[in-house]
């Protein structure tokens, strides 16, 4: 059986289970814990307390940090960057920053401070610091690039970095001086070719170098009694069998779980919790019934613990935005509000020539198998030449715009562009539909079992009306957004003047399509 069925297979078993929210609430999950693009995940414990560092690449604020109790139900903590720096592009200047920007963290905490040290793409290691998993975060900035890195803290607080990647597989441990601002010795260590996603962690006299091989989309995991070698390596599981990027964390009764990544279609990456036990000091993945995958149910890591679920639906009364959402680049803050029309969120027209290269687009990640956002949408201010409006943002973008002719009057247009290596191509599905109300209900569902999306329009709210018909979802790393594919509220002009949308609320649903 070919790789692609057999992960059909493993993704299958966990869909058709996921109807309801992970935790089964019988002591046991279901995997994944998080149906959504949490890629390259690092999972730290902290007494009773797990935290989860995720990639946002380009989005912002960036770097998200997720807080559990058992591993299963998960909540927003903060994120760690509140905007991207060092580069135009962040802010769409010169070019954009999809598929670059803040990716695989390592998370560590030490004597009552959380670190969390990442590689911005073409910018040098960062050192981020905090006493509060809420920030604010300071940082030190390294002399170098560490690639994927993994910070390692002993206990008596010497700090270690290991990287590794570019396709390369040589594995260099960085020192770090006491403060951990600079790196004081740089030695390579270890070498299995491909390897890159470092974690590092030790358990009794081994220390573990769990890394990723993007070529098979395999997780190996090396061990030695010395951090300087020599290590010996094993395989360990791949996305057939669970995943590929990701490592262990200890529970607090002693006993260990692991975290790993698999590719999943167009929702992206998604990170699996697996049981994990030990053979002659090697980790295995699953149980001893099953040993050597990450199985598609369990029993819970913590018992006892309330279901939880991550915020989603928003009603844009509080006076900032909620942790569930990020901006597709550094926002302009002077072209949007939550507080000049109260319980609203005003978004003015950014000046773009596309929606590609348009600031300000509101993004909040899809959900499986299916989910659904709407939004209702005050159009009365809006002039000629602003394009907002609600759809979805990745490798395709599909989008219901609301616009305003020469006549003064307002339509409705529909368009999807997929990211293609060669450039954007638009395809217009609708050109013109003209409507008779300011106020306009605009949906967009993304079913991630057909990997398929329909945007629609209702001028009640009651009575929808698909648009366009259906269209494409996907996920690349070499093109789009390098993420599982995003709901997205936007609006630009090329000349941009006084118009405006109030954004009434967004309500995020997960229904299925019959």
């Not at 089964?24 to 935290?51: H, K, M, S």
């Not at 980790?283 to 050597?292: L, Q, R």
């Not at 630009?492 to 019959?514: C, E, L, M, S």
Request: charged residues 20%.
């Amino acid at each position: 059986m070919s790789l692609i069925a057999v992960l059909s297979v493993f993704l299958g078993a966990m869909q058709g289970a996921q109807a309801r929210p992970a935790d089964n609430g019988d002591g046991t999950y279901t995997n994944p814990p998080l149906y959504a693009d949490y890629p390259d995940p690092d999972i730290i414990r902290v007494g009773e307390d797990f935290y989860f560092a995720s990639t946002t690449f380009a989005n912002s604020p960036g770097l998200t940090l997720l807080h559990s109790k058992d591993l299963v139900n998960w909540e927003f903590a903060s994120h760690i960057v509140p905007r991207l720096n060092g580069m135009e592009q962040y802010d769409l200047k010169h070019g954009n920053a999809y598929r670059g920007g803040l990716f695989a963290a390592s998370l560590r905490h030490h004597k009552g401070v959380f670190y969390a040290v990442v590689t911005p793409v073409k910018q040098n290691t960062r050192v981020y610091y905090s006493k509060d998993i809420k920030g604010p975060w300071a940082y030190h900035e390294l002399d170098r690039a560490a690639f994927d890195p993994a910070m390692f803290i002993e206990p008596d607080g010497k700090a270690y970095i290991a990287t590794s990647g570019g396709w390369d597989g040589t594995v260099t441990l960085l020192s770090l001086s006491s403060d951990y601002s600079k790196v004081t010795d740089a030695r390579k260590i270890h070498y299995y070719k491909g390897a890159e996603g470092s974690k590092l962690v030790k358990r009794g006299e081994y220390y573990y170098l769990f890394n990723a091989l993007p070529a098979s989309l395999t997780l190996i995991v090396s061990r030695a009694k010395n951090l300087y070698g020599p290590w010996e390596s094993h395989t360990q599981i791949d996305d057939r069998s669970g995943g590929h990027q990701g490592g262990i964390v200890d529970l607090p009764d002693g006993n260990w779980y692991g975290f790993v990544m698999v590719d999943a279609g167009a929702i992206g990456r998604m990170t699996n919790i697996s049981p994990v036990f030990w053979e002659d000091d090697w980790p295995v993945w699953g149980t001893k019934e099953a040993p050597g995958r990450v199985p598609a149910s369990a029993i819970k890591p913590v018992q006892g613990k309330p279901v939880t679920q991550l915020a989603t639906s928003d009603d844009f009364s509080a006076p900032v935005l909620g942790l569930q959402w990020q901006w597709n680049h550094n926002p302009d803050d002077t072209r949007w509000s939550l507080r000049e029309r109260r319980g609203y969120l005003r978004l003015e027209p950014v000046q773009a020539n596309e929606f590609w290269t348009a600031r300000n687009t509101l993004t909040q990640k899809g959900q499986g198998p299916w989910s659904r956002g709407e939004v209702e949408i005050d159009a009365g201010n809006l002039q000629a030449g602003d394009m907002c409006g609600f759809g979805t943002l990745g490798k395709f973008n599909g989008h219901i715009v609301i616009q305003r002719d020469a006549a003064d009057k307002l339509f409705l247009s529909m368009q999807v562009i997929e990211d293609t290596a060669i450039g954007r191509q638009t395809e217009v599905r609708v050109p013109s539909l003209p409507v008779a109300v300011n106020k306009i209900h605009l949906r967009t569902d993304m079913d991630f079992r057909k990997n398929q999306a329909e945007v629609a329009y209702s001028l009640d709210g009651k009575v929808w009306h698909v648009m366009g018909g259906s269209f494409e979802l996907a996920y690349d790393w070499r093109t789009g957004t390098f993420q599982g594919q995003q709901f997205a509220l936007f609006c630009y002009n090329p000349h941009p003047g006084q118009g405006y949308i109030d954004v009434d609320a967004f309500r995020f649903t997960k229904q299925p399509w019959f």
